[in-house]
């Protein structure tokens, strides 16, 4: 079973950018859906965005417009990119697959955004 690692995060101010990656330690191709999801101090882990092998996608209406969602099949890599960055998006950020190729979490990778 494909497992995910995520790496990227960081401190960062209000309104600057960061780009995570999360790679699998096997091949994406036949993985339909994969999606980014971040849970904040306190609060429930929550979708944020997801990409389906057409590279179909969907955003969290909180990160609609400010982030995107990308995946390199060749080196089982899913990317978010994060623009504009608000305090309200500090959270560790996981990755993980949609469906029936869903497995256990990974440690995620920390989220800070300062004011």
């Known amino acids: 079973q494909v497992q995910f690692v995520e790496s990227g995060g960081g401190l960062v101010q209000s309104g600057e950018s960061l780009r995570l990656s999360c790679v699998a330690s096997?091949?994406?191709?036949?993985?339909?859906?994969i999606g980014w999801y971040r849970q904040a101090p306190g609060k429930q882990r929550e979708p944020v965005a997801d990409i389906s092998i057409s590279g179909k996608t969907n955003f969290a209406d909180p990160v609609k417009g400010r982030f995107a969602i990308s995946r390199d099949n060749a080196e089982n890599t899913v990317y978010l990119q994060m623009n504009s960055l608000e305090p309200e998006d500090t959270a560790v950020y996981y990755c993980n697959a949609l469906g029936i190729h869903r497995t256990t979490w990974g440690q995620g990778t920390q989220v800070t955004v300062s004011s």
């Open positions: 096997g091949s994406i191709r036949n993985i339909y859906q």
